[in-house]
């Protein structure tokens, strides 16, 4: 999306309800993660890029955040703990920097991480602002809830994974356990006193409005994104991985990312073992929990037809992105809702053909068919998938459809731009300047932008959001 269409784009959003104006002033937002550039975590990417889109919208940003502890050492760069950058003031806590993976270690980063956070807050909390709250770590919204009780703190949830839904499914602790009832209620009380809330898929909009005291209408479904800029489709026979590593004459899926607990591998894996005979690779990029057990399980059954690289650099990744015909989302049972499958976005952005692998009513299922830019199969079907599989081994023209699909669905839905104007227009429904009858305006129209969930809906112009001023669309087109 070019920057002149991004700019007709927040016009048009900036359109839904304004006051006049010699009243309105700009929206003062303040973005909470314990993480933020140039720290390595994806979340505190996707944060800056929020941030800067925000600015460009016209909202005064700023950032409280932690200095960056997230990774290996090597990449903890050092920052100032005050800065500007690209128009977002950024303030971080000088945290502890134990290694997470000593519980101790990383129970004492979280102390002096919440603490200073909660001090901060409670003592700067200003009435003209919305403070922005992550679940990164999982009970920061916490903290909103808390500030609330002592004064007047307008804020707003974004969930990225569900706590402590998510402990149990792993099985960190049991349902009913002192940990999870806690929890719960901290999250009861975070919510009930929340302005509006963000959640990344409609099951996940679901299991917040079933569990906790938030109507449907105050809970808004919006998508993460990819860099659109960056990432960019080129053909496989030009990527110089795919020429190293020889996968120009095959037809190759690939997954790249985290081969963790909430991902299914075996039914591709499954698949892989029917699809022996055909020119065929499954090729797996990065680590994770599973990556032994799968390195193990390839090995055990002789599985040529299978390539293991490690994390690529990132001034490699739409190299690595590209150097395939098709890529591999998937996501475990039970947990659609509590998390939701990122690469998705990255995926579509390279305009590759998806393979998706989810439960049957999936939101993914939904993205990938309703667009046609890929294919969908069951969990636990690999016969199903190889079949599916090999009409795309052979059929090039069916596949590079779907490739050229995937990228016009993240041009139209899935681009920065277009989900920071959403998150502008939820941000400004809990910001206090405007009227119950401005805000209510702006919310029926905003339903509306949104209906789709996580999906992108036929017929909605992503450039002009349903509901604004027909004449004015009008005109711009004319």
Known sequence: MSRKEFTRLADYALTFSAPPEDRVQPTRVVILNQYYVPDVASTGHLLHELAVELAELGFEVEVLTGRPSYG????????????????????????????????????????????????????TSRRDTVYLYTTNPPFLGAIGWFVSIFR??????????AHPQLGIWVGTFKKGSIIERVWMSLNRRKYKRTKEAIVLCSAAKKLVAETYPITPERIHVIPNWADGEDLFPKPKAESEIAQEQGFIDDFVLLYSGNMG???????????????????????????????????????????????????????????????????LVTIAEGIEGISFPSKLYTSLAVGKAIVALSEDWSELRKIVEHNNCGIWSALGDAQGLADQLRVLIHDKAKTQTMS??????FDKGYTRQVCAAKYAEVLKLADPQFTEDETAHRREKLASWLAGGAAVVDGQDPEAPQGVNEKETAGEHS
Not at 152 to 161: A, M, N, W
Request: net charge neutral.
């Open 404 to 409: 050229d699909n995937a990228r016009t669905v």
């Open 72 to 123: 290996p050492r090597d990449t903890w760069q050092e920052c100032p703990l005050k800065e500007t950058v690209d128009g977002v003031k950024i303030h971080r806590l000088k945290v502890a920097r134990f290694d997470k993976n000593f519980l101790p270690g990383r129970a004492f980063n979280y102390l002096t991480f919440v603490i200073p956070m909660i001090l901060s807050v409670l003592f």
């Open 152 to 161: 007047r703190h307008h804020y707003v949830t974004l969930l990225h994974d």
């Open 261 to 327: 607990l909430y991902y299914d591998f075996d039914t591709v894996l499954e698949a892989t073992k029917l699809l022996k005979d055909e020119p065929f690779k499954l090729v797996l990029v990065g680590g994770g929990g599973k990556r032994a057990a799968i390195e193990a399980y390839v090995k055990e059954h002789h599985m040529t037809n299978v390539v293991m690289l490690p994390y690529q650099p990132f001034e490699k990744l739409n190299d690595s992105l590209n150097a395939c015909d098709a890529s």
